[in-house]
């Protein structure tokens, strides 16, 4: 496909009008004053929104990222740019490009000119929901994940103990989610047997307990392993570009990688998945990896699929499950699948903390409204083996209220064993809260599932024409409340941009909005705001 030459590109009154926008391989436009972009990578979510005074560079083509991406691009003018494909983009002088070595880029104007405009017409252009969600459950009740408790020593033993411990300290039974090391190999998914003698027994007794139970899984086969001699002469691993075995660095080492291309190879995890299922009454999975940093454009893969385009069909996959969980994913929105946000560290910084509610945002807008922040206290366990680490108490109960007014809430670090009493109580406390707001997060997840809207969302997503278009500290659930959480160690005050209009604060006061107010919060303070 060949380039067209730059140009301002105003977007034409037929697009606004609802026509179907001529697609093309590059498009240059000039950024309004007051405009700004949203989209592209959750992962990018503190370096958005942008605007004419931005400078910046950045490629989903392919997704780098460790976490949801897509070729979508939405203005709080109204305006959009979404591609099937990923796209590099540029704003420089107040010039945003944006061009496609592969597909057509599409650019629109919504019948409303604020962001949720384009977003609406962006989304008719891109994707259709298929009107589907995940199970409730993930919704109303908390996900435990048993990552940090045991890290590599995953065993049945201690998995049944964290499971008792959650109910003696009154959290109550949700998803459990065992991860990596319960398995033989990778790729050969059978309980270790030396770690789990008893597999079947161990899903019953949680099941009786009140737990669904999900399994970690990735895409790849451990190198020099029966499995891997297995799959590779059912001619079901991927190929590089010489027509090798593909072999690829991960965090876990190197391997081989499925071509989930290739129906047979579809065919012969899900034989495996399925037979989990079967034999030990395990409810779904957890399918890590996937990233399309692991495959490569020049791959022969089945279905010649780009690195984007595997990543893509590794959800695909997922969703025969319907206790599914994804962290990495490309462009499949409309989709009852559960996106997490990648790991992320133990700290206050845009690392940790301060990017749970702007990538969270991000992971919304780009179309994939049943969102988890990540595990509470952060899931990125190099956080916890750092030499002279000491958990910050104050930062893991912000986590866990920050993730409270979210679509979900995952435990892994156990809040009774890391935190003194009243540290705990106070994280109970959070749990609590998202349990009383559970039926409100699954009516919003209900609709998500049919108009693809974000269940949490940027105010000016919600308040268009207020100035509050680069508020991403704060965060709307639905179009009711107004959640602000506290996100810096030892406040004392926090500073709320509040809309207009009548609120009534989490205190049960009246306040009226048009201003920023300065609230007095203590550490048992999650601040939010119902609108009246």
């Not at 591609?83 to 629109?108: M, P, W």
Request: glycine share 8%.
């Amino acid at each position: 496909m060949h380039s067209k030459s730059p140009q301002t590109n105003q977007f034409t009154s037929q697009a606004a009008a609802g026509d179907t926008p001529q697609g093309q391989a590059q498009l240059s436009l000039a950024i309004e004053a007051g405009e700004y972009w949203y989209g592209l990578a959750a992962a990018w979510g503190l370096q958005f929104p942008l605007h004419a005074g931005s400078e910046c560079a950045f490629s989903i083509d392919p997704n780098l990222t460790n976490n949801q991406a897509a070729g979508f691009l939405l203005s709080s003018a109204g305006r959009y740019i979404c591609c099937q494909d990923g796209f590099e983009l540029n704003v420089h002088q107040g010039i945003l490009t944006a061009g496609s070595r592969k597909a057509r880029l599409y650019c629109g104007q919504g019948q409303a000119r604020n962001l949720r405009g384009a977003y609406l017409a962006a989304r008719a252009q891109a994707f259709a929901p298929n009107g589907q969600q995940p199970p409730s459950l993930f919704f109303t009740q908390p996900q435990y994940n048993s990552w940090i408790e045991l890290m590599y020593d995953q065993n049945q033993a201690a998995i049944l103990n964290y499971a008792a411990q959650i109910r003696a300290h009154h959290y109550p039974a949700g998803i459990l989610m065992i991860d990596d090391g319960w398995a033989e190999d990778y790729g050969n998914w059978q309980f270790h047997r030396g770690r789990f003698p008893a597999p079947r027994q161990m899903v019953e007794q949680l099941h009786e307990a009140g737990f669904k139970v999900m399994l970690w899984v990735c895409p790849f086969i451990s190198a020099d392993s029966l499995t891997f001699r297995e799959a590779q002469a059912a001619g079901i691993l991927l190929r590089d570009r010489k027509g090798d075995i593909a072999i690829r660095p991960w965090w876990n080492g190197y391997s081989a990688v499925l071509d989930l291309s290739l129906p047979a190879a579809r065919d012969w995890l899900a034989r495996q998945l399925d037979q989990l299922m079967l034999d030990y009454g395990v409810d779904g999975f957890k399918f890590d990896a996937g990233d399309s940093e692991f495959y490569r454009d020049d791959d022969q893969s089945n279905a010649r699929l780009d690195a984007n385009g595997q990543c893509r069909q590794w959800a695909l996959f997922a969703e025969n499950y319907v206790y599914n969980e994804l962290r990495a994913c490309f462009d499949a929105r409309g989709r009852a699948l559960v996106q997490r946000l990648a790991d992320r560290n133990h700290s206050w910084t845009g690392s940790g903390l301060g990017s749970l509610i702007p990538n969270s945002l991000a992971q919304g807008i780009l179309g994939y409204p049943f969102s988890c922040p990540d595990m509470i206290g952060g899931g990125q366990y190099e956080s916890f083996l750092a030499d002279r680490f000491t958990l910050d108490q104050e930062l893991f109960v912000r986590y866990a209220q920050c993730a409270s007014l979210m679509p979900m809430m995952q435990l892994s670090a156990a809040p009774w064993r890391v935190l003194d009493q009243a540290g705990a109580a106070r994280c109970l406390a959070a749990v609590k809260l998202h349990a009383r707001m559970a039926g409100e997060i699954l009516k919003l997840a209900q609709a998500a599932a049919v108009t693809g809207e974000p269940i949490i969302r940027y105010l000016a997503y919600v308040f268009p024409d207020q100035g509050l278009e680069a508020v991403t500290d704060q965060f709307m659930l639905g179009d009711r409340l107004l959640v602000a959480p506290v996100l810096e160690a030892g406040a004392t005050v926090r500073a709320v941009r509040l809309p207009q209009g009548r609120w009534r604060d989490w205190h049960g006061q009246s306040v009226t909005g048009g201003q920023t107010l300065d609230v007095a919060v203590t550490l048992d303070d999650l601040p939010y705001f119902e609108r009246l």
